[in-house]
């Protein structure tokens, strides 16, 4: 019984110490003010009002063109964004792989001659796709976010899928 307590106490202390450390890389990561810029990034996910932020910057006039990650099958939505009529282009792309790493990879491919891009994405994934985003693409890159609200099951389910992405990118090379 002694040990299984002093195990469980360990362990409580670990996913404690986790949730400290890691909280300004997933909960209060670095995002950037919003200025022009040659293009807006819509990184896909969880429909969460990322494709519409990129959308509201892009007709506010920061920037004249946005790219959607588009690795959706079906997505009446992300369908409808790439082929609406704006008064600025829009790109919407598979990206390959189907990951922030293809993501990154269509950003060199569509971003060779531009100097800054905006990236919207959510809270917890901006750390880890400014890290894979940065290995692919030399220009200043922005993050915003729709700042989402979130469960405690999302947050920890985040914490532990974006941890692993880290793992992976890590060995990743753009």
Not at 79 to 91: A, D, K, L, M, P
Not at 104 to 115: I, K, M, V, Y
Not at 133 to 161: I, Q, T
Request: net charge neutral; charged share 20%.
């Amino acid at each position: 019984m002694r040990r299984m307590l002093f195990v469980g106490g360990v362990a409580a202390v670990a996913v404690l110490v986790a949730v400290v450390a890691l909280w300004p890389v997933y909960v209060r990561p670095r995002v950037d003010d919003v200025r022009r810029a040659d293009a807006i990034l819509v990184l896909g996910g969880a429909h969460d009002g990322r494709e519409q932020l990129g959308l509201r910057l892009a007709a506010d006039g920061y920037a004249p063109r946005v790219l959607i990650s588009n690795p959706y099958e079906h997505s009446p939505m992300v369908n409808r964004i790439c082929h609406g009529g704006y008064s600025f282009e829009v790109v919407c792309f598979d990206p390959e792989p189907r990951t922030t790493l293809g993501e990154g990879r269509a950003l060199a491919h569509f971003g060779g001659d531009w100097d800054r891009v905006i990236v919207v994405t959510f809270t917890p994934h901006i750390s880890r796709a400014r890290y894979i985003l940065g290995k692919c693409w030399a220009g200043e890159l922005l993050f915003v976010d729709p700042e989402p609200s979130l469960s405690p099951v999302r947050w920890a389910w985040d914490y532990a899928y974006q941890s692993a992405g880290y793992v992976k990118a890590w060995f990743a090379d753009c």
